[in-house]
């Protein structure tokens, strides 16, 4: 069954998509039949730019905004507020997040996704970007942003940290420290080095070790890999077998900036969430 946690979420969230109708600029390097259908349902949400190089002019039903560096044209758009808002879409996205950040002086992002699996329990993962979470100092910092980001929506955090290690191989090979067996130990120390952190924080925080279904399965509503490069791993093998990344943001800025993979073709309640977000912004 769906887990009974987002309620109060998709509750105000329904509420929240009435309150109006933002400006949305979305990234398209090209015209992809799959993604321009998805992005016509969200029209419903939302007012639909699409921001893109010469391949997408001929595009029909859309305001089209044509740019030789499109990264920068939709980055220049959110900071100088053309727009309420951006997804970022099939453009690049370290390229597009650095510009926004250079012509804000905005610091810090942390990406926040949250997914839906085919049996539609919905959770938060975090980190899932190759390059992110590598030190546990981040991934606690990341987790508690999250955490206090989903407190404002009336969701008490339920935190799933993960390691390589199960507690009883831990327990007979924790004198291990090279090669690949003390890499797995050094992951099942920082899990509980982050924790024991977030517990002293007030959050509920357990160590599942290697048990991310039953962590679901038990209504965590964030859930902490070892790394960025495990949790883009896990979103992708998601999507494979059938769920859903629903909305993605980078949490940390003054403006609603929607982050997605690049390898999604529907777009629709990414649109729906981030006009949802704007519109919760704006109250």
């Known amino acids: 069954m769906p887990n009974e946690t987002f309620q109060i979420f998709d509750k105000k969230a329904e509420k929240l998509i009435k309150l109006g109708r933002p400006k949305i600029a979305f990234g398209l390097s090209k015209a992809n039949k ?36 499109p990264e920068a044209r939709i980055a220049s758009m959110l900071a100088y507020d053309e727009v309420n808002g951006i997804i970022r879409g099939t453009l ?68 799933a940290v993960f390691t390589g290690r199960r507690h009883e191989t831990y327990t007979r090979k924790k004198n291990i420290k090279k090669g690949i067996e003390g890499i797995l130990n050094k992951t099942y120390e920082e899990a ?11 959050y509920e925080a357990e160590n599942w070790t290697i048990d991310l279904n039953p962590a679901v399965e038990a209504d965590c509503n964030i859930l902490v890999p070892t790394n960025g490069m495990v949790g883009n791993q896990i979103f992708r093998v998601l999507l494979f077998c059938g769920g859903k990344v629903l ?11 929607g982050d997605n993979s690049r390898t999604e073709k529907d777009f629709e309640s990414h649109i729906k969430y981030l006009a949802i977000t704007i519109n919760k912004n704006r109250q």
């Open 192 to 202: 509980e080095w982050i924790v024991k952190n977030l517990k002293e924080k007030g």
């Open 247 to 257: 909305f993605g943001l980078r949490l940390g800025l003054s403006r609603c900036y």
């Open 92 to 159: 690049d996205d370290l390229k597009t997040t650095g510009i926004y950040q250079k012509l804000t002086g905005e610091k810090g992002a942390v990406s926040l996704g949250l997914f839906k699996d085919p049996s539609g329990h919905k959770f938060f993962l975090n980190p899932i970007g190759n390059a992110d979470g590598w030190q546990k100092e981040e991934r606690f910092s990341d987790t508690k942003k999250i955490a206090e980001f989903i407190r404002k929506w009336g969701i008490e955090p339920k935190i």
């Open 34 to 69: 799959e993604i321009l259908e998805s992005l016509k349902r969200g029209k419903k949400y939302a007012d639909i730019v699409l921001v893109g190089p010469k391949e997408i002019k001929n595009v029909k039903g859309f305001d089209v905004v044509i740019s030789n560096n």
